[in-house]
């Protein structure tokens, strides 16, 4: 390629590696099209909380086209992609094939069923807004459902929530749902208690945050206890339906099953023909690009990558946002000519969940933190990764907002069509 | 009846109707049931802004369950209503029958397509979030399949706006879509220019704004033209399909075709077989009763009222408010044995519209007014309306974060699953 001519700049969504990298791009003689399904940004950190009603979609959601309005070497695209030909350079969509001197997958992640993908139905997982007003829409209509039975038993199944997996996910949806049930739904109904409703977190391993050190592990089931969560340890599904799940011989009747269990990564590793590892993803190389094709980048929560330590990087916003951030310099390097960058280096600045509103446990590289001051350093951390992307005033009226209507303002039963054997 | 005993009284819908009839009702020795086929109360004179991405439904719309938390003597119920059996004084919803001592139907009005239904699925109108977020979806997927498409023809179809009706509603729509093509959107895309965008308000009658004096529609149209709209009046929409609208023997191509015309009242008439006027309003004695039915009270837009000159009360939140209030007025009278209240007597308090962001005309019973003041004077009558329902600070934030984030914060395309058709 002619040092001189533009490269064309290939970006395959717009998650936080996605957007990292094209913000990183900003000064690059380039033409850089951003592909990505949804016409938003979301901040998926916080999707748990649009699930269980405390915030709106737009509160946790930005069109991408907005934010990169001033980046006037981005195209965006509104498509989704079916592959890449690896022969002709090209990214093929359903209409067209968009060729390209430099490619960079960042397609992200989905839940992992364990080859029982029948399951989705009925224990959807969380992954884009569109899942968390469905399973918004689901835990609502269950209080609804309850509060119009006269059947004891259906009633019983109706109030009982089951969160499968307590990673973060399952650790803050469950001990979000029992908040919702005890505090902020109670004196919404009349005849049932919504007080009485059952969470029940499930974990196939032996604690929750497995990722976690054990002493943060000890007290978020603690907390998590303390919400009236009942925490089930080495509880394997292995099988749900309509009825509810079952945990070896045991049935436990649920209308509300949410899936926080295990992550599949997005098909890239097929598109390129590559080796991938158990959960799908594409064993990059120290430099992130593919073997064998080193135009060809993949990043995020669909790359496998291994830390200085030869750890694998885990799949979360801060390793993402890195891995979008480096390959956009290695990027300006090769095309400015300067010498090559050396190895992507993982930094890592810890792990963190909430359980409730009133408590978090966080792991610092050099501290660990649990209880109410957890939380708010947790949400300090979180309005400062919010900064990176938009402004602070934004940001600020968003979280007074969040505050002062926590558990009130987006309980909204949008979407349905009302169904004569709904209810 | 028994006046000891406590009186059931049923409303159906939570409109402002339905409502404020509850709430004046708050201290009345009753069993009160309110039935709504939603979960939430909408604010529906600012749907328009939710259709046009200006602001998240959870700005607009309250869980009715928590205006009504503290409201002890009230049910709330989640259901839709098939009928009223004046028979046994039941209201018939799909699964069970519910008896009443009182009842009061609000269950307001949609848009009407004069005879040709199949129009809708063309042209939809503006009554529900779930209208607003899917017209919402439509607006946006107009550009951004303009952006994508190589065809001039069919970029110009998709990058034309038609707006049928120029009532309040349509004059709304119309400015406010106007705006988000030149200012919101105009540095959003590459291959288009969002600023070309043709946004066109049909209207069938002689002027802009019927329901307002001459002097305002003349404003108003002035103000339209200005933001770049094309007011075309004595245009009568003749059919409807997938390209676009025809105007007698006129085809005006469009992919985005809105419907603010016409008004068809809720089939309460049908359910009470009672005498209904053009509209399908059920026609009400001076006290909102049904003739014959002393205990059956029919408010809002679903009511045929006049007032004190002998002209139709309009279909106008203030209206359905001053009925609703009226209404549990009367029953409380009722309840307590006190002297029977008088006639309902209808309050103008005047008519309003927006026209973008910065121009309003209002008509007050003592002044009109036009411009940037009155659409000030606008803003702060609606927040004034709010905070009958909600807390001032909430209010305040909402509209604090709804002025800084204007045409900004909701832009979501959801919703929608990805379709190989789509663009």
Chains 1, 2 share one sequence.
Request: net charge neutral.
């Amino acid at each position: 390629m002619n040092p001189k001519s533009k490269p064309k700049i290939i970006i395959v969504g717009a998650g936080f590696g996605g957007l990292f990298a094209t913000k990183g791009l900003i000064r690059a003689h380039a033409d850089i099209t951003l592909i990505d399904q949804q016409n938003y940004h979301l901040f998926q950190p916080l999707l748990y909380q649009v699930a269980t009603a405390g915030l709106a979609p737009s509160d946790i959601a930005w069109p991408i086209r907005g934010i990169l309005s001033k980046q006037k070497n981005v195209t965006v695209l509104l498509d989704s992609v079916n592959g890449v030909d690896l022969n002709t350079q090209e990214v093929i969509t359903p209409q067209r094939h968009l060729a390209f001197d430099y490619l960079i997958l960042a397609t992200g992640a989905r839940h992992a069923y364990f080859g029982h993908e029948s399951w989705e139905q009925y224990a959807p997982g969380l992954k884009s807004i569109d899942d968390a007003t469905s399973i918004r829409q689901r835990i609502l209509m269950a209080f609804e459902k309850a509060e119009m039975t006269h059947d004891e038993i259906e009633r019983q199944r109706l109030l009982t929530f089951v969160v499968v997996g307590a990673g973060p996910t399952g650790v803050e949806l469950a001990g979000t749902i029992a908040e919702l049930a005890s505090r902020t739904l109670a004196a919404d109904f009349r005849n049932i208690d919504s007080r009485s409703a059952r969470v029940i977190l499930l974990e196939a391993g032996p604690r929750v945050l497995p990722a976690m050190p054990t002493e943060l592990t000890v007290y978020a089931e603690k907390s998590l206890t303390n919400l009236g969560v009942e925490v089930r340890l080495g509880s394997a599904v292995t099988h749900c339906d309509e009825s509810g799940v079952m945990i070896g011989d045991e049935h436990l009747p649920s209308a509300t099953v949410l899936w926080a269990a295990g992550v599949a990564a997005s098909p890239a590793a097929q598109w390129l023909e590559a080796n991938a590892d158990r959960a799908g993803r594409v064993i990059v190389k120290a430099d992130l690009s593919v073997p064998d094709h080193p135009n060809v980048f993949v990043i995020g929560d669909t790359a496998a990558v291994k830390d200085s330590n030869g750890k694998p990087v885990p799949g979360i916003a801060p390793a993402a946002k890195q891995q979008g951030r480096y390959v956009s310099d290695l990027l300006k390097a090769l095309i400015e000519g300067r010498p090559k960058l050396g190895e992507f280096k993982y930094k890592h600045s810890g792990n963190l969940a909430t359980i409730g509103r009133k408590s978090a446990v966080i792991e610092l590289p050099f501290i660990r933190l649990t209880g109410f001051f957890a939380w708010w350093v947790w949400g300090i951390a979180h309005v400062y990764f919010l900064i990176g992307v938009h402004s602070p005033l934004l940001v600020g009226l968003s979280w007074l907002r969040q505050y002062v209507t926590y558990g009130r303002g987006s309980r909204l039963i949008t979407g349905r069509r009302f169904n004569k054997d709904d209810v």
